[in-house]
């Protein structure tokens, strides 16, 4: 559920979380699932499938994806501007960004983009799930991205084994060493609350958690 709370803002829930007020109704649990996987799918993947534009950096207009996904769901007729708004600003993962009437996806992207995200205040260790038949070569070879266009790094060891576990029930986990890799001018931004991105780490800065 996607509630607006007139003290405090939009939230996902019942109740706001900050002051227990019913807030005003925007998005049921079934509609809120539907637009944040169709909003994943533009800002991350296939914005031209809906006629977007997108700057270098992943953003679209807000105006342009609001009139966008009222042509092409019928159920979305009713969608403005403060829906999406709404969405981006309650994303437990942070996985979105709106300024300056745009908005963008900042991690997963199989696009070929250039992210301008926060490198500063970067963790001094990040962690990277990976299978135990491929924890060996990666640590030979480091890490590169694969489907995506980004390694993506995570801040804790819950996060990454949660990640992990899409792909294995016993993921291993990798450790990287971010001091050592950024004197070695290896750029990490934060793109979530939780995850950071680059586009390589050399083996000599990973290692096996244990």
Not at 24 to 52: C, V
Not at 54 to 81: Q, S
Not at 124 to 137: D, F, H, K, N, S
């Amino acid at each position: 559920m996607l509630k607006e709370c007139r003290s405090h803002g939009f939230f996902r829930g019942e109740v706001c979380p900050n002051c227990g007020d019913q807030g005003k109704f925007l998005l049921d649990e079934k509609e809120l699932d539907h637009l944040g996987r169709t909003m994943a799918g533009i800002l991350r993947h296939f914005p031209e499938r809906y006629g977007l534009e997108m700057a270098r950096n992943g953003w679209v207009d807000l105006r342009d994806l609001v009139t966008a996904l009222r042509i092409r769901h019928r159920k979305f007729r009713f969608l403005k501007g403060h829906h999406l708004i709404a969405v981006v600003q309650t994303d437990p993962k942070g996985r979105y960004q709106f300024d300056e009437g745009r908005v963008r996806a900042t991690y997963a992207h199989s696009l070929d983009l250039e992210m301008d995200l926060p490198t500063d205040n970067i963790p001094e260790v990040l962690y990277y799930p990976t299978t135990e038949e491929e924890a060996g070569i990666l640590l030979e070879i480091g890490l590169k991205p694969s489907d995506r266009r980004w390694v993506h790094l995570s801040d804790t060891l819950e996060s990454a084994m949660e990640a992990g576990k899409v792909r294995s029930d016993s993921p291993v986990i990798l450790e990287v060493d971010v001091e050592k890799a950024q004197e070695a001018g290896v750029e990490i931004q934060k793109a979530g609350k939780f995850i950071y991105i680059t586009t390589e780490v050399p083996p000599e800065f990973l290692e096996k958690w244990e």
